[in-house]
């Protein structure tokens, strides 16, 4: 008999003693909440039927695609979910940092009679003979099994790494445990090819995927199902989320939610791309550029002090400093299209729906209304006028 030949319940109860409650099992460990990783581990371990006892007052059913649901608050009996004649493994939820090769050791281990009716240490691992365990027994379990003194035996078994069995028994073990998941992900990444400059301060989900020669610099939060390219410049202090970097970008000091950035196109510092924005290669989007909803074209330059939401902007065009494209009238929004080799000057608004055609030139400060004809130089902007100010009197050498 193998591990695949066992059964698994996971335990979710909440003591009741502390406003810790049932949020230990939906804290977020590197992305991913504790109990879904013990999920996983109990996967990667070739258990495939995987049942959830929890309380009445929980919520953790979707958590992670379990076989069953059972409820222990009133006590049911777990004999319709597991087979009698299948032996159990019993898993506490609030073990994020459990990995399958411990799972399978303790199985094994239970399976040649070298372990008590269970066993606890510095966490919770239990095992029965019969699948025919009643939800009560298994509640009684989870409020006792960290009570030495509770009716549940030690074994002489340990886990291949302590670390494995560390609990969130209290908020005060989130530090520690996602430390040690940390270290982890980061000797995954490292063995990839990606270099942390600081793993200890550089935080990377469990659903991102880095290319190797990728250099990570510290304060680097990079999160959801992201995904870095091949060599490339992360950080430092960059928050990336649910977004996709291509090979050779460099991303510095900025905020990206739910963007693309293309091959070698450089970001920050200090930019801020939201979602739907989409940075073509060799482009560049510079100090406290803000895009949204926006599509830049191959070697686009926005190089500082910038709008550039729901627009269009084609390959080569330059946007200058503190440009704005104007896209909501207080009831819709409106897109605007600057096309390929555009030039848009300094201190410009463009007042959506306006296209700015190929070649065109805006002068600086001006506000743009009406779509300018590809190849053309626009200017909006009032005549300056020099009026001398009453009762004023110039000084003497002026």
Same mark, same amino acid.
């Given at each position: 008999?193998?591990?695949?030949?066992?059964?698994?319940v996971?335990?979710a109860?909440?003591?009741?003693?502390?406003t810790?409650?049932?949020?230990?099992?939906?804290?977020?460990?590197?992305?991913?909440?504790?109990?879904?990783?013990?999920?996983?581990?109990?996967r990667?371990?070739e258990?495939?039927?995987? %049942?959830?006892?929890?309380?009445?007052?929980?919520d953790l059913?979707?958590?992670?695609?379990?076989?069953?649901?059972?409820?222990?608050?009133?006590?049911a009996?777990?004999?319709?979910?597991?087979p009698?004649?299948r032996?159990?493994?019993v898993?506490?939820?609030?073990?994020?940092?459990?990995?399958?090769?411990?799972?399978?050791?303790?199985?094994l281990?239970?399976?040649?009679?070298?372990?008590?009716?269970?066993?606890?240490?510095?966490?919770l691992?239990?095992?029965?003979?019969?699948?025919?365990?009643?939800?009560?027994?298994? +509640?009684?379990?989870a409020?006792?099994?960290?009570?030495p *003194?509770?009716?549940?035996?030690r074994?002489?078994?340990?886990? +291949?790494?302590?670390?494995?069995?560390h609990?969130?028994?209290?908020?005060n073990d989130?530090?520690a445990?996602?430390?040690? +998941?940390?270290?982890?992900?980061?000797e995954?990444?490292?063995?990839?090819?990606?270099?942390?400059?600081?793993?200890? #301060?550089?935080? =990377?989900?469990?659903?991102? /995927?880095?290319?190797?020669?990728?250099?990570?610099?510290?304060?680097?939060?990079?999160?959801?199902?992201?995904?870095?390219?091949?060599? #490339?410049?992360?950080g430092?202090d960059?928050?990336?989320?649910?977004?996709?970097?291509?090979d050779?970008?460099? %991303?510095?000091?900025s905020?990206?939610?739910?963007?693309? =950035?293309?091959e070698?196109?450089?970001?920050?510092p200090?930019?801020?791309?939201?979602?739907g924005?989409d940075?073509?290669?060799d482009?560049?989007?510079?100090?406290?550029?803000?895009?949204?909803?926006?599509r830049l074209?191959?070697?686009?330059?926005?190089?500082?002090?910038?709008?550039?939401?729901?627009?269009?902007?084609?390959?080569?065009?330059n946007?200058?400093?503190?440009?704005?494209? #104007?896209?909501?009238?207080g *009831?819709?929004?409106?897109r /605007?299209v600057i096309?390929?080799?555009a030039?848009?000057?300094?201190?410009?608004?463009?007042?959506a729906?306006?296209?700015?055609?190929?070649?065109?030139?805006?002068?600086?400060g001006?506000?743009?209304t009406?779509?300018?004809?590809p190849?053309?130089?626009?200017?909006?902007?009032?005549?300056?006028?020099n009026?001398?100010?009453?009762?004023? /009197?110039?000084k003497?050498?002026?």
């Amino acid at each position: 008999m193998n591990a695949s030949e066992i059964d698994a319940v996971v335990l979710a109860v909440s003591d009741g003693r502390s406003t810790w409650g049932t949020k230990r099992f939906t804290a977020s460990i590197c992305g991913m909440p504790a109990i879904a990783r013990v999920h996983r581990a109990l996967r990667s371990a070739e258990i495939s039927r995987i %049942v959830l006892l929890t309380d009445a007052a929980s919520d953790l059913a979707g958590m992670a695609p379990w076989s069953d649901v059972l409820r222990a608050d009133p006590p049911a009996t777990s004999r319709k979910a597991l087979p009698a004649e299948r032996p159990v493994v019993v898993v506490v939820g609030d073990l994020p940092l459990l990995t399958a090769e411990t799972i399978r050791s303790f199985a094994l281990a239970f399976l040649a009679g070298r372990t008590s009716r269970s066993v606890e240490v510095s966490g919770l691992l239990a095992a029965f003979r019969s699948g025919a365990v009643a939800a009560d027994v298994l +509640a009684l379990a989870a409020r006792d099994f960290d009570n030495p *003194a509770g009716p549940f035996g030690r074994g002489d078994w340990r886990p +291949a790494n302590a670390e494995d069995t560390h609990r969130l028994a209290s908020a005060n073990d989130y530090a520690a445990v996602s430390a040690v +998941a940390r270290q982890r992900a980061a000797e995954a990444l490292g063995d990839a090819g990606v270099l942390l400059v600081d793993p200890a #301060c550089t935080y =990377v989900d469990e659903g991102v /995927t880095v290319g190797a020669g990728t250099v990570l610099y510290p304060g680097t939060h990079i999160r959801g199902e992201s995904s870095i390219g091949a060599n #490339c410049v992360i950080g430092p202090d960059s928050w990336i989320e649910s977004s996709t970097i291509e090979d050779g970008a460099v %991303v510095r000091y900025s905020v990206l939610e739910e963007a693309r =950035v293309r091959e070698r196109a450089t970001i920050g510092p200090f930019a801020h791309l939201r979602r739907g924005s989409d940075i073509g290669s060799d482009a560049r989007v510079g100090n406290f550029v803000e895009v949204k909803g926006s599509r830049l074209g191959r070697g686009v330059k926005a190089g500082h002090l910038s709008y550039l939401g729901d627009a269009e902007v084609g390959e080569g065009a330059n946007i200058g400093a503190g440009t704005i494209t #104007c896209n909501f009238d207080g *009831a819709a929004k409106h897109r /605007t299209v600057i096309e390929d080799d555009a030039f848009v000057g300094s201190n410009t608004s463009l007042i959506a729906p306006v296209t700015i055609g190929r070649g065109a030139v805006i002068g600086a400060g001006s506000t743009i209304t009406e779509d300018v004809p590809p190849g053309m130089l626009a200017l909006a902007r009032a005549r300056q006028v020099n009026k001398k100010r009453k009762g004023a /009197t110039p000084k003497e050498g002026e």
